[in-house]
């Protein structure tokens, strides 16, 4: 994608412009570093198309070296997870101007470099400018960086919800919303921590063989493995022989608060990529079995070799809508984990704050409970429902029981997830009197 040239047409009644626009277009002057270029197309697809940052940053990185990739992801996730803060420091700099998507871009990375990473040096300037180019929007990233660069900028404190808002840079509504839910320290502590970089941890899978002494260096916690350092996963030989998944901590907990038996009939709900699915058959010792639901066809295949690569053989994958999902046996336990908005996830997906919305919650939340209804329908008398969702956000907390747990991030340094269970249900769902 080539940067856009500027849109400055002449006024009206002038006269077209003479010149050939090439000519007076400003030249690019010093090279632009290849992580800093790939993270400015990410931010950019982010801005003009909506896109993913993790996708669009898997395509932009490509054939990077590593130390080129691992420094595009942090300048690219954090530009966009502090976008917030960005365009007030933008407006703060810059009142009143309109800026085109690639200087925004340019301008976002210059800003968060500066503010955020400690880099003032005239290079990461001069990158930015480049950046810009042949824009010439190339002069307003120039002298915003540089006004920064000699006066910094003082940001709003938290003390209020919209100073908190532009402080950790999430929406609002959002803010609001948890200063209502958990109050105004935790949502203080919450925000600050949806920030920071995520652990990486995996699950060490019981249904393989596993070498301890090949396994990455890090602190381990049960069948997790809280990982020092950097490890590429995907690339691992241990991901490629289902020795390892990726699943955070939080996520790892929800499969044994089902606590699902050898030999059992289970149903797993909305299954997809399989990290819980994969888990329930480990904790069953491949032995009955897991019939896991996934709704889109391609993450349905995602699941079945999911399933092939971890070894859990008792899997069997159906591709179907939750909501009308029928068997005609029930099952001794079922685990609903169904879409919702992902607010307890913020650190992995930095572009997930800016996509939810109200109203994206009000609709997730008659999903789930049309799936609750097909699993409680499902579930054998006397048998054991979990639900589980990786958010926060009260609305989605669809089974009501006392017999639940939670995650925060800046309490648990994991996903934020809220996990409920009826144990000895009826076909209500409610636990039997
Ligand atoms: C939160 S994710 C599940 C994560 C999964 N349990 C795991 O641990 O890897 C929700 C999944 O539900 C799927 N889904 C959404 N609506 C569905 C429906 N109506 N029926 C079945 N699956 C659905 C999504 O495609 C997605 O894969």
């Known amino acids: 994608m080539s940067p856009s040239a500027p849109r400055r047409g002449p006024g009206p009644g002038a006269r077209p412009a003479a010149r050939p626009p090439a000519a007076r277009l400003p030249e690019r002057g010093a090279a632009v570093s290849p992580a800093r270029r790939a993270a400015w197309t990410v931010v950019r697809r982010v801005l003009e198309q909506d896109a993913y940052a993790d996708r669009a940053l898997m395509t932009e990185a490509e054939g990077l070296e590593p130390r080129d990739r691992a420094l595009a992801k942090q300048l690219a996730f954090g530009a966009v997870q502090r976008r917030g803060t960005l365009d007030w420091v933008i407006a703060r700099l810059a009142p009143g101007k309109k800026l085109e998507p690639p200087v925004r871009a340019a301008l976002h990375l210059g800003i968060y470099e500066q503010l955020f990473l400690g880099t003032a040096d005239h290079a990461s300037v001069d990158q930015a ?26 940001l709003p404190g938290d003390e209020t919800i919209a100073g908190a808002a532009v402080r950790h ?160 046996r029930p099952f001794d336990r079922v685990l609903v984990d169904p879409p919702c908005s992902g607010l307890g996830t913020l650190r992995t997906h930095p572009d997930l704050r800016w996509k939810v919305t109200p109203d994206a919650i009000a ?71």
Not at 129 to 153: D, F, H, M, T
Request: proline share 6%; glycine share 8%.
């Open 129 to 154: 400018v480049e950046l810009a180019k042949p824009s010439y929007g190339y002069k307003l990233v120039n002298a915003v960086l540089r006004r920064l660069q000699r006066e910094g900028i003082e």
């Open 169 to 328: 840079s999430h929406p609002q509504w959002l803010v609001t919303l948890w200063w209502k839910e958990l109050g105004a320290d935790a949502t203080r502590a919450l925000l600050a921590a949806d920030n920071e970089p995520a652990e990486l941890a995996l699950r060490i899978n019981t249904l393989a063989d596993v070498d301890e002494a090949a396994l990455p260096p890090g602190r381990r916690e049960g069948d997790a493995l809280v990982v020092e350092g950097p490890f590429d996963v995907a690339g691992s030989p241990l991901f490629r022989a289902g020795v390892i998944t990726p699943q955070s901590r939080a996520a790892q907990m929800v499969a044994p608060f089902l606590d699902p038996q050898p030999g059992e009939r289970v149903l797993d709900l909305c299954a997809a990529p399989g990290g819980k699915t994969t888990h329930l058959a480990a904790l069953m010792r491949a032995e009955g079995e897991v019939v896991a639901v996934e709704r889109h066809p391609g993450r349905a295949r995602a699941l079945t070799a999911a399933c092939r690569r971890m070894h859990a053989t008792n899997v069997t994958v159906v591709q179907a809508d939750a909501r009308t999902f029928t068997s005609g």
């Open 363 to 433: 609709g997730l939340v008659v999903v789930q409970d049309r799936i609750l209804a097909a699993a409680q329908a499902a579930l054998a008398p006397g048998g054991t429902l979990v639900y589980a969702t990786c958010t926060i956000s009260a609305a989605e907390d669809r089974l009501a029981s006392e017999d639940r747990f939670r995650t925060l991030p800046h309490v648990d340094g994991t996903d934020g997830f809220s996990v409920a269970r009826v144990t000895g249900a009826t076909r209500s769902g409610q636990p039997a009197a």
